[in-house]
Structures are given as structure tokens and as C-alpha cells.
């Protein structure tokens, strides 16, 4: 039913118990910070909005982890004096039409 559909079915691999639990946590989060806020008008808007979400969640989207570290970069450096307040400059930029926010230190 599904090959009649169109729909290719893709099998995970044996013996990657883990492999199942990592993309379902994506496929999840996908949904649930893009698709469900987004109307999308044709599989290129579909491509170009995965896209763009796929770099904003490995890249800059801070993660539950060790030290809120991202996938991709390296660990942040440790606060050295947490008592003394820091001035912080944030600037604030909005990725797929206000769906996503990136925040980064300004120069």
C-alpha cells in the first residue's frame, strides 16, 4: 500500500536499538518547533524550510546536554569570576519568517 502511494520505506539497521530513539527525538522536535507553525505551499518551500531548520539545530540551537553545548561546536568556556555581573550585548535575528530565533553576543 505504501509503494502503491509513492512512499519508499526506508529500514533501520539491525542491532542499533538507539538508532530508532535519536530520530524520533528529531523527527519530534522538527514538528513541534517547525512544521506545526508553519504553512507550507510545495515540496521546495518543504526542502528549503528543513533545510534551514536542520543548520539552526545543529548549529545554534542550545541543547539540554553537557553545558547547553552545541552539536557542532565546542564546549563553552568556563565562568571565571560569577559574582562579578557582566555586561552582555545580545542581538537577536529571526530565521524562517519569525519561526526561529538566533541569539549571538554582539562584537
Not at 519530534?28 to 508553519?38: K, M, N, S, V, Y
Not at 539552526?56 to 559574582?83: C, E, K, S
Not at 537577536?92 to 519568517?97: A, E, I, N, T
Amino acid at each position: 500500500m505504501l509503494k502503491d502511494a509513492g512512499i519508499e520505506v526506508v529500514l533501520s539497521g539491525i542491532r542499533m536499538p538507539r538508532m530508532n530513539a535519536f530520530m524520533e527525538r528529531w523527527i519530534q522536535t522538527c514538528r513541534g518547533e517547525l512544521l506545526d507553525r508553519t504553512l507550507i505551499w510545495n515540496q521546495c518551500h518543504l526542502l528549503n524550510a528543513l533545510r534551514e531548520f536542520e543548520d539552526f539545530y545543529n548549529a545554534l540551537r542550545p541543547h539540554q546536554g553537557i553545558v547547553n553545548a552545541r552539536p557542532l561546536h565546542p564546549l563553552l568556556a568556563p565562568i571565571t569570576a560569577p559574582d562579578r555581573p557582566a555586561r552582555l550585548d545580545v542581538r537577536r535575528r529571526d530565521r524562517l519568517g519569525g519561526i526561529l530565533h538566533e541569539y549571538q553576543h554582539a562584537a
